[in-house]
């Protein structure tokens, strides 16, 4: 038996008052990854093994990614959608014997939802993500209490009232907001968002790449910025590569994790069409120009990193960002998935 | 003791006939003749650029120098193909192991279209972070631009005028890819490609090749009563993607090799006559001047603006032009840069003769700073 440890959301499009769509380089992925690493920040130790239980139209070719992200063994539950499944996956998580489970789930609509939607289901409607972190331990039970009516069975809609349920709760961290980043996002005509965002994904990118094996490899670095601190020179090296760049010692390097948000601008370039590797070509011809950041995640480790959004050209050196999963491209028949930067919002 | 280059440009000569126009060219300009046969080794200097013939390609050396059967080989480091080559057949030289070495820059460029042409561009930087990120190589001397002006509180007029310098330079060189000037507000009105960088700060995609013919010095008077010595090289090497280096605004590859070669050749830097420095993007002739010690930190664009560089003033930097205005072939640029120092030592190079050359300092970079190779040249 476990108790709620960490509720975290992540509301990509909550409500229809028009203040964000999804951008065009979110997705169901992006959404449930950006709730999911919220919820795993409250696990501590990730040497432990952690169940997830998915609520959420993802097919189970993407579990490992799931792993990628909370990087610890992980075993990937999806429950049967339906009108109560989240409720389902809520009890499978809390009634776990041993380890740390986590509830996810996400809801994808591609239109804000209109209000009457947004009444009926208590806000659960339209586009969002958000986990609830079980760990093993006493403490009020959260799922056993109905969660329906009113929510029209949506699992976003029991989401969100547990959410709402458990802010005062002692012992609960909260993660994330339940509405959608303010005053963020580019206005764009839907139609080429969804014309962008959907189009197939057996595009094969030309131009020099990273073959698969890699870019699973350097996950850890690239999703969750794994670094290594060395014990002999105390230097860090990022991204990870099993030896200090400093000084190049292999022994007893020390596993870290760096700072996602709240990161300082180092540089910034703002790249003009046909300055783009080919494999960007689709999002600049859509998208147009984007904002390129050198970003310092600690002293001595820092990232390249896309800004997104945001307009290409407002931020500048000096500026701090906060950073999300997004996608990149599509490439060898799947998309590829990278942080990218954002601007600041404060939690 | 000789040296050969072809036009750079948009050319519709093919590959093979570009390296044998260079090499012919290097041969022919040796004062009392040399047997083809008597060269020892053969160094290539190229990307590949294009494919079109990707493995092997050092075979088509020796076939358009007329010297099959010599041994030959492709020397690869980007933009600094040339640069590196030099440095390995002076090293092929010092070992002892042969008298005559024929080193051979080559790049053809324009035959591929686009998005071909961009896939080629963009193989040479580091791909697994800075690509993925978007970047290809005018955007990380972007970033190093925007920090380089933030940190020393310069305006882009600075990177304007490396490139009005340049392009007066090459000008008055007819083996130039741009013979035409342009006005500072020409360049910083020009569409932006890597903000702070538009397109007037970045060297075009050209054609060409380029050769030089290189004796032991012993020997050398067998072929001219005026050769260009080699005093020294020098090289170094850096982490090959920028957001691993703890600064952006120096390059540390540039200045190992500078200060080696400078060691190596026993020269003073006030005894250099004019500089040939790798200036693919505006910034990066900037970079240069500080990182080969001719300017402190912050300090290049002064001295540009104060017209330090340019062809008249006190230290002439890029006067063929660079490859700013002379084009930037990959593999030939290191060897287009010897090729300089040969005309301007011996006084051959015209209209845009630097006075009283006696001693230069050749400098070649690959990429965004992951290689750099520098040589020290003179009369002797």
Request: aromatic share 6%; hydrophobic share 40%.
């Amino acid at each position: 038996m476990g108790h709620l440890a960490r509720a975290a959301a992540y509301l990509a499009a909550w409500s229809s008052d028009g203040r964000r769509a999804p951008g065009p380089d979110e997705d169901l992925f992006t959404i449930l990854a950006t709730a999911l690493e919220r919820a795993n920040d409250g696990r501590g130790d990730l040497a432990r093994p952690v169940e997830i239980e998915v609520d959420a139209p993802i097919p189970e070719s993407m579990d490992w990614a799931f792993g990628a992200i909370v990087g610890s063994p992980a075993t990937i539950v999806h429950v049967a959608l339906g009108p109560d499944s989240f409720a389902t996956a809520l009890r499978r998580a809390e009634e776990g014997e041993e380890g740390d489970r986590i509830a996810l789930v996400a809801s994808w609509s591609a239109d804000p939802p209109d209000s009457a939607s947004l009444a009926r289901s208590r806000g659960g409607a339209g586009t969002g993500a958000a986990a609830f972190l079980f760990q093993p331990g006493p403490g009020r039970k959260v799922s056993a209490e109905p969660v329906r009516s009113g929510s029209e069975g949506s699992s976003l809609g029991t989401a969100f009232e547990l959410y709402q349920r458990t802010s005062g709760l002692s012992g609960v961290s909260w993660v994330g907001d339940w509405k959608a980043d303010p005053g963020q996002g580019r206005p764009g005509d839907p139609a080429r968002l969804a014309r962008y965002r959907d189009r197939p994904i057996s595009v094969v990118s030309e131009g020099a790449y990273v073959p698969r094996p890699r870019y699973r490899d350097s996950l850890p670095s690239r999703w969750r910025f794994a670094a290594e601190r060395c014990p002999d020179c105390s230097k860090v090296t990022f991204p990870s590569r099993g030896s200090c760049r400093s000084c190049g010692n292999l022994e007893g390097l020390v596993p870290i994790l760096l700072p996602r948000d709240g990161l300082e601008v180092i540089a910034t370039t703002v790249i003009g069409p046909g300055g783009q590797p080919t494999e960007f070509d689709p999002q600049v011809a859509e998208w147009g120009p984007y904002e390129v950041l050198l970003v310092e995640l600690a002293p001595g480790a820092r990232a390249t990193l896309q800004l997104t959004d945001a307009e290409p050209g407002s931020v500048r050196i000096g500026d701090r960002v906060d950073t999300r999963l997004r996608r990149l491209y599509p490439m060898e028949g799947e998309w590829r998935y990278a942080r990218k930067a954002v601007p600041r919002t404060e939690m | 003791m000789g040296a050969g280059h072809t036009r750079f440009g948009v050319l519709d000569a093919g590959p093979r006939e570009l390296v044998r126009t260079a090499v012919d060219q290097a041969v022919a300009s040796v004062d009392r003749g040399v047997d083809r046969h008597e060269i020892g080794e053969l160094f290539l200097a190229t990307l590949g650029f294009g494919g079109w013939q990707i493995g092997n390609v050092a075979a088509v050396l020796a076939e358009e120098a007329g010297a099959v059967g010599t041994p030959t080989h492709r020397i690869e480091n980007a933009c600094a193909s040339g640069g590196f080559a030099v440095r390995s057949a002076v090293r092929s030289i010092e070992s002892g192991a042969v008298d005559l070495a024929l080193v051979v820059g080559l790049e053809k460029m324009t035959d591929s279209a686009n998005p071909r042409r961009r896939y080629w561009l963009g193989v040479s930087g580091d791909t697994e972070w800075e690509r993925t990120a978007g970047l290809t190589f005018a955007g990380v001397y972007g970033l190093i631009a925007a920090r380089y002006l933030a940190e020393y509180h310069v305006g882009p007029e600075a990177l304007a005028e490396v490139a009005v310098k340049n392009h007066a330079n090459g000008a008055r060189n007819p083996n130039a890819h741009f013979q035409k000037v342009v006005r500072r507000e020409d360049v910083l009105s020009s569409p932006r490609v890597a903000d702070p960088l538009g397109l007037y700060d970045c060297c075009p995609v050209s054609d060409g090749a380029a050769a030089v013919l290189l004796a032991r010095s012993e020997i050398a008077h067998r072929f001219t009563d005026t050769p260009v010595y080699v005093d020294g090289v020098g090289a170094g090497s850096d982490q090959l993607a920028v957001q691993e280096r703890p600064e952006l605004t120096r390059f540390a590859a540039s200045r190992r090799a500078a200060e080696e070669a400078l060691r190596s050749a026993d020269r003073s830097r006030d005894r250099i006559s004019f500089l040939e420095v790798h200036d693919c993007f505006t910034i990066a002739e900037l970079l240069a001047l500080e990182d080969l010690g001719f300017a402190g930190r912050g300090e290049a664009a002064r001295m540009t603006l104060d017209g330090v560089t340019r062809r008249e003033g006190r230290l002439p930097v890029n006067p063929d032009g660079g490859l700013k205005a002379k084009g930037h072939p990959i593999g030939a640029t290191g060897i287009s840069q010897a090729y300089e120092a040969f005309l301007q030592l011996r006084s051959a190079a015209g209209s845009r003769q630097v006075p009283g050359a006696e001693s230069a300092l050749l400098h070649n970079v690959g990429g965004a700073g992951a290689t750099a190779a520098v040589a020290i040249c003179s009369v002797g």
